[in-house]
């Protein structure tokens, strides 16, 4: 019996040594102070009192938030717990809540860190703005670029002024004037519009919601942006801030070396217009209906991404493919519509959509008094509109016209190499001095001028987003010189992703 005992008792879960590392590494981002989430998960004390909602919130999948299901399809630097994490959570709580005092608690990651190794092409702040509703609000900022001439975009990242308000930042360019009419029309900096821009003409380039790092596009994509197009930042502001200020920032970085590009769009093609069986796109009060809408491709693509879209009476929304040859291709599956963590998904590994395919779309909307967003009460019967009290069934894709081989771009590479040492297709690395104490460098071969992309991830197999960049290779040997400085000691793995060169370097970083 003693033995048993003294067994369960190594055997417990503690906070220090089991669940700080993952509150830390998974939740404290948003739960500390000053940030978007009402509660600060920092320490013990916090953590423990509130183990009961915790319990809840990650069992039910609703924390972190990330609303496609994983068991549905993975999609690209998905924000989940792991079934081992909750599992140690779980029995931490059954447990009742042990600390853990003899095992040293691991400090808290550095979360403000904006030290990109590459500096942006492209940086601005949007004046001083002071929130003047209580309710949530979509205010619209008009960004003069002063560019002359073409661009190509290959990464954005949004630097929220205040944290605790901005819950979500789209980003458009646009040629037209119609922007600068709204917004002259306006005696404040920028204007309110529900969703888009209110102009038809802008192209949507990114999401921002909290947690969204860096977003790049993989390999040698980029979104193609003409000369005199101005930027246009939506800041959704969460309801409770009236009277609080932001100045929200965005960096551009654009493909600066050369070489060949190929450019990107987000291009809607499942909507409402493409109903099965004719059935209009109306959403009755009272009722929750469901709509099968599906498109044929006459055409190759490369799909990189997705971005479905509803509005505030969205339930759940299911997106695929059946190619020519009868295959399903799963997107992604978001069976409890979240609409204020909607984003632009990327797909791990780009995905070839062979012409003659047809894409599938299965939406459902709650026009109830059940639904707590409803935006009429009593419900009113709904028909497609921007505004927020209408609604819209749409899938944009990320997508490019097909290549030979697009279907090896890896773009999340932890889920192709978690726990590789060393991995090769057609080609030998390597990194020295390795162990390193922050600079080295790699040698590889490859036999194409292209672009690589470089990331590296943590053992956790998270990338560290403003490590991710991009060199151009040449025939032939090449070398390259990298730096992990600021980061902490311990193991990293460094992806090369190009299109014949996939390999993974364990990389030792010690102090
Ligand atoms: C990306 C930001 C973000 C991350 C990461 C995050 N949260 Fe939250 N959390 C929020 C916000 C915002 C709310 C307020 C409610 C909402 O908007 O859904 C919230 C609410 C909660 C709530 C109360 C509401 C509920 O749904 O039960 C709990 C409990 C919670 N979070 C736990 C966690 C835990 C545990 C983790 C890590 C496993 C985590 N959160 C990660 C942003 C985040």
Redesign the pocket.
Known sequence: MIIVGLKAESQTVTFNGDVAP??FN??????RSG?????A?TNYAE?AG?AA??Y???N?R????WAPDPSYNHLAFE?T?SAQ?IQK?NSWISSGLPEGNSIPLPPLPDFDSTNNSVQPNFSYRIPEYTIQSAQDIYRCFVVPTGWVNDKKIKAIQVIPGNKACV?HVQVFWDTTQICNQLDGADSLPGYTRFIGTGSDFSKLIHIW????ELFFLPSNFVFNVPAGAKLIFQIHY?AGFAGEKDSTRVNIFTNQSGGTTRGVTIRSMINYNNIENGQPFVIPANQVISFNASDTLNFTYTFLGIFPHMHLLGKSMKSYAITPSNDTVRFSDIPEW?F??QNIYQFTKAIKIPAGTSLHCEASYDNTVLNSLNPHNPPETEVYGEESSEEMLLNFFLVTAYHNGDENIIIDSSFYFNNATQIFSSNTAVAYPNPTEGNFMVDFSTDKSEWINISISDLAGRVIRNRTTEIFSHPGKNEISFSLDGLSAGVYFLSLSGSNIHCVLKIDLVN
């Not at 998974?26 to 739960?31: F, G, M």
């Not at 940030?35 to 509660?39: C, G, H, L, R, V």
């Open positions: 993952i509150i998974n939740c404290t981002k948003c739960h940030e978007i989430a009402p509660f998960l953590v509130e909602s915790i809840d919130a990650i039910n609703r924390m972190p938030p924000r717990l994490d959570i819950h919601v909290p947690g969204s969460a979240k204020y963590w």
